[in-house]
């Protein structure tokens, strides 16, 4: 069984950077593609960012500029560099990877969340 599980977050000041991390586990082929997505209190889950394994990486509006995703040397591991941190940014984080199992199967797994919170 395939799991994500994030890292990193926590309590930052407005102009302040985090970085949240991102680990795949378990048995599968090979990772397409990795994302983040966040939820803030009241509002829906919305995307972050994506890394296209071995192609390109999108960006929300929002966040474009600021936020920096990549792969880590340890290749199942994604980070979100966030820069620049805005209140608006404080939410839980949620890390999304879409990979191929070990029958050939594609499928879509999500993280815990992780929380990221930043202060005016």
């Known amino acids: 069984q395939v799991r994500l599980v994030e890292s990193g977050g926590g309590l930052v000041q407005a102009g302040g950077s985090l970085r949240v991390s991102c680990l795949a586990s378990?048995?599968?082929?090979?990772?397409?593609?990795m994302g983040w997505y966040r939820q803030a209190p009241g509002k829906q889950r919305e995307w972050v960012a994506t890394?296209?394994?071995?192609?390109?990486?999108t960006y929300a509006d929002s966040v474009k500029g600021r936020f920096t995703i990549s792969r880590d040397n340890a290749e199942n591991t994604v980070s979100l560099q966030m820069n620049s941190l805005k209140p608006e940014d404080t939410a839980v984080y949620y890390c999304?990877?879409?990979?191929?199992?070990?029958?050939?199967?594609?499928?879509?797994?999500w993280g815990q969340g992780t929380q990221v919170a930043v202060s005016s």
């Open positions: 999304n990877g879409n990979l191929v199992g070990v029958t050939g199967r594609t499928s879509n797994v």
């Open positions: 378990g048995s599968f082929r090979r990772i397409n593609a």
């Open positions: 890394l296209i394994f071995d192609s390109s990486s």
